[in-house]
């Protein structure tokens, strides 16, 4: 594929985007105006249809968005759910001037080899498989042209989207959830961050025999080149499909590749796409991408365990705690009520001590069903503005039981989550957590 960074290129993009959400918008308006039909399945589509093509990031927006209840209609989740990160790979001639551009001129003496084809390819960037001068197995992310201004024409586009169904639906607010977004993407682009991020993790998880994370190497690193040791692995669902006696390991593996930093040190992996993890032949798993790591304060990590413990206990004062540290406001008990509906759904697994699967009651239309119920009654109510900290904590759980409802994994829940909170203090994960994001240059949460 030719190396399209031209400027017509990137105009043809950005028109393409903004014509497909202004085409929501005029519909949407004319709709609630003048009574205009609106086939919104059949639009949902036509968005799918027009988005799913495109290079940018707002592939990477639209999968996280599938995965957060009620932000957009059903049926525009349920199209845009189906979108792919693999996206059609840059050609040798934008490679080289990348990796001129990144590592100089004499970019390839530094490599013993350099495969001109790239292994993967997604929606910030590809990699391509290399080998050192060592002789090590090399994966080096390359970032597509001109992303900044990629990035910030998306998320002008997503805001004008999330305004117009704003107009009609007011169950949700969106507006904390478009700054998060746009925080969490601008950070994507910073490769030396990604780095750092990959550098903490292997720290923190080296202990886990089950989780195995690449080692960074710096000295062939840049702001939009990382490159890191190459992790052997299968596919996750093929994995298990040939070895299904290993799929409760496998899972019990990703739950402490995913919980072990979120309880000990604040921190998550925001983005628990099939891609991002390989099966090595011994069931440990493979964690790649860094690039969505979210750094959370103690209290928050505090509030999540109290509302364990309010649902547990049916204690609907630690509940309104839990909620307003953080960051609901406004709490009467009708919308507790609702909101604990919710909750409940993403603790049930957590709650029985014994072994089950981690969904028992009709796994992703259940799902649906209560998310469907809840935004009912929060229309009804006025809507409430989740705090943006729940894009990729709603995320990473739903994302993750969704692969441990695909795995069909039959592990005792409870007792996996007890043997990270039961000595929680909120005290000792502050300091844990400023001494070690210290050690990495990683800025603690505002």
């Not at 603790?347 to 796994?363: H, M, N, R, S």
Request: net charge neutral; aromatic share 10%; hydrophobic share 40%.
């Amino acid at each position: 594929m030719a190396d399209d960074n031209s400027l017509s290129g990137r105009v043809q993009r950005y028109a393409k985007v903004g014509t497909t959400i202004g085409g929501f918008a005029a519909r949407t308006v004319g709709g609630q105006l003048f009574g205009l039909p609106l086939d919104r399945a059949e639009h949902a589509a036509e968005l799918q249809q027009a988005l799913g093509g495109l290079k940018g990031p707002v592939m990477k927006v639209a999968q996280i968005l599938a995965t957060v209840p009620d932000v957009l209609p059903e049926e525009y989740i349920v199209e845009l759910a189906k979108l792919q990160t693999n996206a059609p790979a840059m050609g040798w001639a934008f490679v080289k001037r990348r990796m001129a551009g990144e590592l100089g001129p004499n970019w390839q003496s530094k490599f013993k080899s350099f495969e001109q084809q790239a292994a993967a390819a997604a929606s910030l960037g590809q990699v391509h498989k290399a080998q050192d001068l060592r002789g090590r197995r090399l994966a080096c992310k390359i970032q597509y042209p001109d992303m900044g201004s990629v990035v910030e024409a998306d998320l002008k586009q997503l805001k004008l989207a999330f305004a117009i169904y704003r107009r009609y639906d007011r169950a949700i607010d969106p507006s904390e959830i478009h700054k998060e977004l746009s925080d969490r993407l601008r950070e994507e682009l910073d490769y030396r961050r990604e780095a750092c991020n990959m550098s903490l993790y292997g720290k923190i998880l080296k202990a886990e025999k089950g989780v195995h994370v690449p080692d960074v190497v710096a000295k062939l690193s840049s702001d939009r080149l990382l490159s890191m040791t190459w992790l052997d692995g299968a596919p996750l669902l093929r994995f298990v499909d040939e070895h299904i006696k290993s799929r409760n390991a496998v899972a019990r593996n990703m739950f402490r590749a995913w919980y072990v930093p979120f309880y000990f040190y604040g921190v998550l992996h925001g983005d628990p796409h099939l891609g991002n993890y390989t099966v090595r032949p011994d069931g440990t798993i493979n964690l790649m991408d860094y690039g969505c790591i979210r750094v959370f304060k103690p209290s928050f990590i505090r509030a999540v365990i109290d509302l364990y413990r309010a649902l547990r206990d049916d204690d609907p004062d630690l509940a309104v705690h839990a909620y307003e540290t953080w960051g609901f406001h406004h709490l009467g008990r009708d919308v507790i009520d609702i909101l604990n509906q919710w909750a409940r759904f993403l603790y049930a697994p957590l709650l029985e001590d014994q072994v089950k699967t981690i969904q028992d009651d009709g796994g992703v239309m259940y799902g649906a069903g209560v998310a469907a119920k809840v935004h009912r009654e929060l229309r009804t109510i006025g809507g409430v503005t989740p705090p943006r900290e729940f894009v990729l904590m709603d995320r990473a759980s739903i994302g993750l039981g969704s692969v441990f409802t695909h795995l069909k994994a039959e592990i005792n829940w409870h007792r996996m989550f007890h043997d990270l909170i039961d000595d929680f203090d909120e005290k000792e994960l502050a300091k844990r957590q400023k001494k070690m994001l210290a050690a990495f240059d990683i800025p603690l949460a505002d």
